[in-house]
C-alpha cells in the first residue's frame, strides 16, 4: 500500500501559478511512476503529466504542455506539479496518483494504483 497526500491547491487568477505537491508513505520502493490527473465538474478524470519513479522521465498531456512541470524526489518521496499560465479550463480538482506496473507512457488511469483525496485548483478569469 502506498499513502498519497496532496497540497498546494487554491484559488488564483488566470495566467498566475500554483504549486502542487504529492507525498508518499508506505511501500514507496515499488513505484514506477507518478502521476497528476484532475477532473473538473461533469467531466471524466483527465490525465495531465507523469513522471518516471526511477530516471525522471516526463510525460505531459498536449493541454498543458509547455505550461506545467512535474518532478519528484526519489529519496524524499515526494513529488511536485508546478503549473505556470494557468487558464479558467485548468480549475479542477488534481489527483496524485501512483503506479508500480510499467507502461511505454504511463498515461492510463488503470496504471495507476494508488490515489491521493484530491486538491481544488481554481483558476478565475
Known amino acids: 500500500q502506498v499513502q498519497l497526500v496532496e497540497s498546494g491547491g487554491g484559488l488564483v487568477q488566470a495566467g498566475g501559478s500554483l504549486r502542487l505537491s504529492c507525498a508518499a508513505s508506505?511501500?514507496?520502493?515499488?513505484?514506477?511512476?507518478m502521476g497528476w490527473f484532475r477532473q473538473a465538474p461533469g467531466k471524466e478524470r483527465e490525465f495531465v503529466a507523469a513522471i518516471r519513479w526511477t530516471g525522471g522521465s516526463t510525460y505531459y498531456a498536449d493541454s498543458v504542455k509547455g505550461r506545467f512541470s512535474i518532478s519528484r524526489d526519489n529519496v524524499q518521496n515526494t513529488g511536485t506539479l508546478q503549473m505556470s499560465s494557468l487558464k479558467p479550463e485548468d480549475t479542477a480538482v488534481y489527483y496524485c496518483a501512483t503506479g508500480n506496473v510499467y507502461s511505454i507512457r504511463p498515461d492510463r488511469l488503470n496504471l495507476f494504483a494508488y490515489w491521493g483525496q484530491g486538491t481544488q485548483v481554481t483558476v478565475s478569469s
Open positions: 508506505g511501500r514507496t520502493f515499488g513505484i514506477y511512476h
